[in-house]
């Protein structure tokens, strides 16, 4: 039977692999080993220390400052840089690739139950990423009442428009239905069990008047005149006379609760912060987010044990502990359950059961392949046009990378049953495939930087490689590093005789010590790099 019980020993390499696939974009074999070495909780204790990016906001072509912050507010830029350019998505890519910490998969955990799109201005996606960043290590329940007054939040769903003379429903429907409590079974017309249609035209009442000046808010230097003292991030301003200051009452589901319409600046967010509370006083807000939890981190698959004996339990302490999620998932991924410890069969559940999204795809390729990088304050063209390879493909493949194609986020995230099997369509399956490695094995150029994999040089310099001189040892390494498990019989036999290619084991092993005597790779690199493209067009290659 499932269950929280945790894992006391130390991980090994399979275990430690597995831990790394679903908490970073950044794996290396380096980092295996050091993790093998480690217990769950030593594991994890290293992946929640989260420290900020390098550098610390996005930078332009030239490597001048282009973002105003509270702790920066002056800028470099001499370029003027515009609104249609993505150099801060391109900077939050380079910084998931680069951290060796669970933040950014964590950053992006909360985007997919916080939904918003990138929109014409930067500076506010900027503000609406760096608000998940600060709240990665912090509480869900927080993290809703400061989205709320987000400013690309505030355009996104249109609660900008909302007020007491014209309400507008878009955010309070949305905030129950997808980003909170869910719904739950219609039971009767407009009662969907979890709330009902007279709770999201009250919440909307709460709404009103959270709203935004665009001259002010949507300007990368005047936003910063209105800051949230906690966090320093920019937010929304409350418009006092387009807020319903009265009385909200709520159906049944909430237990006819009352809220006090404020009629202030400080008492509407009290209202507010009110209103957030109640709904996250229900026990079915906390099983809903462990759910998303769940499918994210551990797999789609939620059977009636794992609600019982996983989620109810781990709700009731994500509850408990104001919705800090870092306790929660520290529990979840401490669990034998997660590592699939808890029946003789190990690894037929958890391990390897998930499908890499795009953005996965491409920065675990190029950290588990150690993709050569310029440094990104160097030469942050290059960075850019690289990420810009990988944002597009990405979306390409059904995942534009913080602008996903609707309210209710991406179908791998939120599409019943097949949930992540939806990252493989026709379509997308192509792009994975001639869209990947190819590139980089044959080099991509970047103002002045080429991005080209030396397979050759890293099998002999990188130390991952035991014996590189004996092909079945350097395939079954190779394999290791890269799936979720070595194949066996004829399918380890394929990726063997792709890798010669009529080449006998005794010819390899001539042909790598005249490399390693002379450094002329020519003789070596051509099968090390047909391997290589073998191994990620693999399906073995397209799951965690």
């Given amino acids: 039977m499932p269950s929280l019980a945790p894992k006391t020993n130390v991980l090994g390499f399979s275990n430690a692999y597995h831990l790394l696939r679903r908490t970073t974009y950044n794996i290396t074999k380096a980092k295996i080993l050091d993790f093998a070495t480690k217990t769950p909780q030593q594991a994890l204790t290293e992946l929640f220390t989260f420290n900020n990016p390098v550098p610390l906001s996005p930078l332009n072509n030239i490597g001048e400052t282009i973002v105003p912050t509270a702790a920066n507010p002056t800028i470099t830029d001499s370029q003027s840089t515009v609104n249609s350019v993505k150099y801060d998505l391109y900077w939050w890519l380079h910084s998931a690739l680069k951290d060796p910490s669970a933040q950014h998969k964590i950053v992006y955990f909360l985007h997919i139950l916080f939904v918003t ?70 039971i009767a017309a407009g009662n969907y069990t979890n709330y009902t249609e007279t709770d999201v035209q009250q919440a909307a009442r709460v709404f009103t008047g959270f709203s935004l000046t665009s001259s002010i808010h949507l300007d990368k230097t005047a936003r910063l005149t209105s800051l949230d003292p906690v966090t320093n991030i920019p937010i929304g301003e409350v418009k006092v006379n387009k807020h319903d200051t009265g009385t909200k009452t709520f159906s049944s589901a909430f237990s006819s609760q009352s809220i006090t319409g404020g009629t202030t600046e400080a008492t509407i967010k009290t209202e507010l912060q009110n209103f957030v509370t109640m709904i996250f006083n229900q026990d079915e807000t906390a099983k809903a987010y462990c759910r998303r939890m769940y499918r994210y981190f551990v797999g789609r698959q939620i059977t009636s044990d794992i609600e019982n004996d996983i989620v109810t339990p781990l709700a009731a302490s994500l509850k408990a502990d104001n919705y800090n999620i870092l306790p929660a998932l520290m529990t979840l991924l401490k669990s034998r359950h997660f590592y699939d410890e808890e029946d ?96 980089f094995i044959n080099g991509l150029t970047y103002n002045g930087f080429t991005f080209k994999l030396n397979n050759a040089a890293f099998v002999k310099d990188s130390g991952y490689f035991s014996n590189p001189g004996n092909a079945d040892t350097l395939v079954t390494e190779f394999l290791q590093m890269m799936f979720v498990e070595v194949p066996d019989g004829t399918r380890y036999d394929e990726f063997k005789t792709i890798f010669l290619n009529n080449l006998s084991p005794v010819n390899w092993l001539n042909e790598w010590n005249t490399y390693v005597s002379s450094g002329n790779a020519t003789s070596v690199k051509i099968p090390i790099d047909r391997l290589v493209k073998a191994i990620i067009k693999s399906p073995e290659f397209q799951i965690l």
């Fill in 117 to 186: 799109d990138d929109g014409a201005s930067f500076w506010t996606n900027f503000d609406y990423r760096e608000l998940l960043r600060f709240h990665a290590g912090g509480s869900l329940k927080d993290l809703a009442i400061r989205v709320t007054q987000n400013a690309r939040m505030l355009m996104f769903l249109n609660n900008n428009l909302n007020q007491n003379t014209s309400p507008n429903q878009n955010y309070a429907r949305e905030l129950l239905e997808l980003f909170t409590i869910l719904k739950g079974p219609q």
């Fill in 344 to 439: 003789s069969i190990t690894g037929d559940q958890t391990i390897g059961n998930i499908v890499r999204n795009p953005v996965e795809l491409y920065l675990h390729l190029f950290s588990l392949l150690n993709l050569p990088l310029p440094s990104y304050t160097t030469n942050p063209s290059a960075i850019h046009s690289l990420m810009g390879v990988v944002a597009n493909y990405s979306s390409n493949m059904g995942m534009p990378v913080f602008s996903p194609q609707s309210v209710n986020g991406y179908a791998a995230y939120s599409s019943s049953p097949n949930y992540d099997k939806n990252w493989i369509t026709t379509s997308s399956l192509r792009i994975r495939y001639n869209n990947t490695i190819d590139f």
